[in-house]
């Protein structure tokens, strides 16, 4: 899907996208990380009007704010979104599920916090939801000090059921390995084509957050791909400004930076795109509508609201 579209006054649209609130342990450090599905639908909405077209969301338990996998949170979310906006691309994540740590007695057992569990258990809630978008990590690698486990295999099983439930599905990439085996899964006709990328940097340990690993991952993808790049922590911002001068798309959020500037807290996701905005009209672009960002990937209008 080439990226052409421009308005009268010629500025590109740059599709900005929000992660709300992940998966990390984040909850005790900001004070404003979403955990509630009524604080992650409100957080959702807020990002909406200050700019971002889609909203990328985890859940998490409201008692503990740890990460949850409830369908119940899920549909709660995007039913609280929905009530109130019908235009939002609504983008919901499938890495939970995904988590391995051998256990110190044997390493062939999952210790405590390991939450591996089957590709389609993984997928229930995008059967379930039908959100517009659905992430799949075409990964396994250290992710911290965690295995983060996505066979092949698994990615098959998953994405053939989340195509069935009319999700688009957004290929996470964290290194060059990782776009060389989305490549051969679009091949073999598992992903389709062309595909949505995100080019995820500054992970530990994927891909650094530098302008090289950028601009190496954007030039193994095949031309039309729509393709998104960020990065975490202070690098989230340089990273806006990097994809947008690269052709690309971009991410900021409160899963991926609790900053707004050095020092400072962001005081909310809004906050976060509204800074994103800003370097988007700073660079001679503007933020896509919805409606466009639809239209780029292809999305019916009638996934959004039904």
Known sequence: MPDTTRSASGKRPVVVTCAITGGGDTVGKHPAIPVTPEQIAVSSLEAARAGAAIVHIHVRDPATGKPSAELAHYAEVVERIRAENQDVVINLTTGAGARFIPSEDDPKVGGPGTTLASPEARVRHIEAVRPDICTLDITTMNFGEFVFVN?????????KRVRAAGATAELECFDTGNIRLALRLIEEGALASPAMVQICLGIPWGAPATVEAL?????????????????IGPQEFPMVAQAVLLGGHVRVGLEDNLYIEKGVLAPSNAALVEKAVRIVEALDARPATPDETRALLGIPRSAAVG
């Open 151 to 159: 066979t092949p295999a698994h990615l098959r099983v998953m994405a």
């Open 215 to 231: 601009l190496m991952m954007r030039d193994m993808l095949p031309k039309g791909t729509f393709w998104t790049g960020f990065a």
